[in-house]
């Protein structure tokens, strides 16, 4: 239980709170934005040494998209507060969220276990934690605000849509999932 990739998985945990601190407070964008990037690359280096230690282990499973779901819903909120982002992209973002949770519970009601996370799920994750720094460094009113305006907002849309479609692979999964019987062999 105690391995470097769940101590990683920790470490983007206890960054929630302090990105949502140092966000919502005046002239600490700069060191939220360092909480994200830190967030996001803890993301990519937890999964890829499991893997490569051999470490992967089922807190982990469930940690760490468990984890990303709060580090998306957290920034959301704050870039909302900030007036960095519109309304209807948190819809978009939750509500997507929302119907996935209904999948897993209906996967789970029905005796399957979980789906896996995908390569193309894990990139949407990716592109909105790159997107969300962006949009923070946005609100600064200097050439690099507008140039992480149009990098934010790239991220965003192609995390958007990768997180739509992937929102589409999983549910058609699950429905295979639950609807393949298993073929009866009858004896001769």
Sequence with gaps: MLTIPNALTLLR?????LFIFLALSKHADGWAILTLAIGGATDYFDGKLARALHQESKLGEIADPTIDRLYIVATLVVLYLRDAIPFWLIAILVG????????????????????????LGKA??????????????ALSDTWYGTAAFIFGW???????????GTAVGYFRTAVKTITVRPRIIESQ
Excluded: E
Excluded at 96 to 119: C, E, I, N, S
Excluded at 124 to 137: G, I, K, M, Q, S
């Design 124 to 137: 949407a994750t990716f592109n909105l934690l790159y997107a969300f720094p962006f949009l923070l460094l």
């Design 154 to 164: 790239a991220f965003a849309v192609w995390g958007v849509s990768l997180y739509l």
């Design 96 to 119: 997507r969220d929302l119907f996935m949770a209904v999948v897993a519970l209906v996967l789970q009601v029905k005796g399957f276990a979980p789906l896996k996370v995908t390569y």
């Design 13 to 17: 945990f206890l960054g929630i709170p």
